[in-house]
């Protein structure tokens, strides 16, 4: 089974300042790692993803985030927040090994606020 | 490219009526994915298609929803009869041919269900 906790309901930023959106995840195997994006009355949009590689990987309109296999984890970051960001931000992890499950699995969501 | 489209992208009906949620992929998208929040929780993994085939609907929750791909192309989800808790916003997704679980999902903008 496959899990993704992501144990902020919301974070609070000021403009210009960094961010970061936590993500745990679960997996029997290697995971597949996603973070999307939801702006109001939209579908998610895709901002980054951890494959294999470099444990840092980088997104869309700045965004970065970076792989931890010890501590399980895949925390969205960037150095420097817009305003623009404010969003719902869904973090979420497929199992490598598992080849009969392609879906994703995703956590609850974290809304970003950054305030100006 | 056209994204992910979703019809209508509200509804609201009464509790034991039917609805019927549209999807149209990305054209020669052969994975087709609806995901449903409900009440502003995680993301939930209804079913998958590959064409016209059912590749996974452990997701789905009982046989009141009944998902059809006619032909590989347009799918449709349909809650008959719809109950209070079935109300929430789904989503149609869609990735290209030859996912390895690797490609990022094309989401539509979701259709919010009220049943009242």
Same mark, same amino acid.
Not at chain 2, 56 to 62: K, L, Q, T, V, Y
């Given at each position: 089974a496959q899990s993704v906790a992501q144990p902020e309901d919301q974070v609070n930023v000021a403009e210009g300042n960094p961010l970061t959106v936590k993500c745990t995840y679960s997996v029997s195997g290697n995971p597949y790692l996603f973070w999307y994006v939801q702006y109001p009355n939209r579908g998610l949009q895709f901002l980054l993803k951890y494959i294999?590689?470099?444990n840092l990987v980088k997104g869309s309109y700045g965004f970065e985030a970076e792989f931890n296999k010890s501590q399980t984890s895949f925390h969205l970051k960037k150095p420097s927040a817009l305003v623009s960001d404010s969003a719902l931000y869904f973090c979420a992890v497929r199992d490598?090994?598992?080849?009969g499950r392609r879906a994703l699995t995703f956590g609850s969501g974290t809304r970003l606020q950054v305030q100006p | 490219e056209a994204g992910v489209t979703q019809f209508p992208s509200h509804s609201v009906i009464e509790k034991g009526q039917t609805v019927t949620l549209r999807c149209d992929p990305i @054209?020669?998208?052969d994975n087709l994915y609806w995901y449903r929040r409900v009440m502003g929780k995680e993301i939930k993994f209804l079913l998958h298609f590959v064409k016209e085939s059912?590749?996974?609907? @452990?997701?789905?929750? !009982? !046989?009141?929803f009944l998902a059809e791909r006619t032909g590989g192309t347009y799918s449709t989800l349909k809650v008959?009869?719809?109950?209070?808790?079935?109300s929430g916003v789904y989503f149609c997704a869609s990735s290209h041919k030859?996912?390895?679980?690797g490609s990022p999902l094309h989401f539509g903008n979701g259709t919010r269900l009220t049943v009242t």
């Open positions: 294999t590689g470099d490598f090994m598992d080849t | @054209s020669g998208h059912k590749q996974d609907e @452990s997701g789905m929750p !009982n !046989n009141r008959q009869p719809a109950e209070l808790e079935d030859g996912d390895r679980g």
